[in-house]
């Protein structure tokens, strides 16, 4: 074995690690975005009934990966539960190169408001609070390789 062969062997496997690590961190972040983005609660309205237009789960549903461009459209889809969101994102972020700028991007009228505190279940965000817990994921992501 050369040296260079040794070398180049180290490289393959130290990717794949880096690569999963990663994968890991995005699947993770967006997970914890898509999950405490609110859906309508009943007990915080004003009357018993939703007000005019409103679709119970549509900014959770919106929010959507890219890899390398950020999502600009509105999907007219709704998941009150997250999970069928959080499929989309574990498969794009599966099927997308580790290296690059991955994007998960939320573009409803309202998703700024959401982001401002003005649900009483997500007063403090949903990206900002997420961001703020970066350094731990990345911690875990990197302690878990195998």
């Known amino acids: 074995m050369s040296f260079t062969a040794d070398l180049s062997r180290f490289v393959d496997k130290a990717t794949g690690k880096v690569d999963r690590v990663v994968r890991?961190?995005?699947?993770?972040?967006?997970?914890?975005?898509?999950?405490?983005n609110p859906v309508g609660d009943t007990k915080y309205w004003k009357t018993k009934y939703p007000p005019k237009g409103y679709v119970g789960g549509r900014s959770r549903a919106n929010w959507q990966y890219n890899f390398g461009q950020m999502p600009t459209n509105v999907l007219e889809i709704v998941d009150t539960?997250?999970?069928?969101?959080?499929?989309?994102?574990?498969?794009?972020?599966?099927?997308a190169p580790a290296a690059g700028i991955h994007w998960i991007?939320?573009?409803?009228?309202?998703?700024?408001?959401?982001?401002?505190?003005?649900?009483r279940q997500a007063p403090n965000g949903m990206?900002?609070?997420?961001?703020?817990?970066?350094?731990?994921?990345?911690?875990?992501?990197?302690?878990?390789?195998?």
């Open 24 to 36: 890991g961190i995005v699947i993770e972040l967006g997970t914890r975005i898509i999950m405490r």
């Open 127 to 146: 990206v900002h609070v997420t961001v703020l817990e970066f350094e731990q994921v990345v911690r875990e992501a990197a302690n878990n390789v195998q």
């Open 105 to 119: 991007a939320n573009n409803v009228d309202y998703i700024k408001p959401l982001e401002e505190g003005w649900s």
């Open 81 to 95: 539960s997250g999970s069928a969101t959080i499929k989309s994102l574990t498969s794009g972020v599966l099927g």
